[in-house]
Nanobody, 115 residues
Framework: QVQLVESGGGLVQPGGSLRLSCAAS????????MGWYRQAPGKQRELVAA???????VYPDSVKGRFTISRDNAKNTVYLQMNSLNSEDTAVYYC?????????WGQGTQVTVSS
């Protein structure tokens, strides 16, 4: 059974940093792209970072240069380093993987940027 468990969220001041982790279990994910999404209140869920099995990464303009996604295939874990956080980054952050057409999501971790 595929399971994704996020951790690392919390309250941070504007300009601060957080590192999110997503521990995957149930199978190896080394051959699949994985991603981080976020959903703020009243808004649609949006992609914030994705990483292919090759290590190639994709970011939207809103986080480019501030967020970095990485993966450790030996640990079946994907990370999201978030720097220079601002209030617009406040959201629930979700880990995602598409395994042969099946979509898997974690339970989400709350990130709140506030002074």
């Amino acid at each position: 059974q595929v399971q994704l468990v996020e951790s690392g969220g919390g309250l941070v001041q504007p300009g601060g940093s957080l590192r999110l982790s997503c521990a995957a279990s149930g199978r190896s994910f080394s051959t699949y792209a994985m991603g981080w999404y976020r959903q703020a209140p009243g808004k649609q869920r949006e992609l914030v970072a994705a990483i292919a099995s090759s290590g190639r990464t994709v970011y939207p303009d809103s986080v480019k240069g501030r967020f970095t996604i990485s993966r450790d295939n030996a640990k079946n874990t994907v990370y999201l380093q978030m720097n220079s956080l601002n209030s617009e980054d406040t959201a629930v952050y979700y880990c995602h993987v598409d395994v042969e057409g099946f979509q898997y999501w974690g339970q989400g971790t709350q990130v709140t940027v506030s002074s």
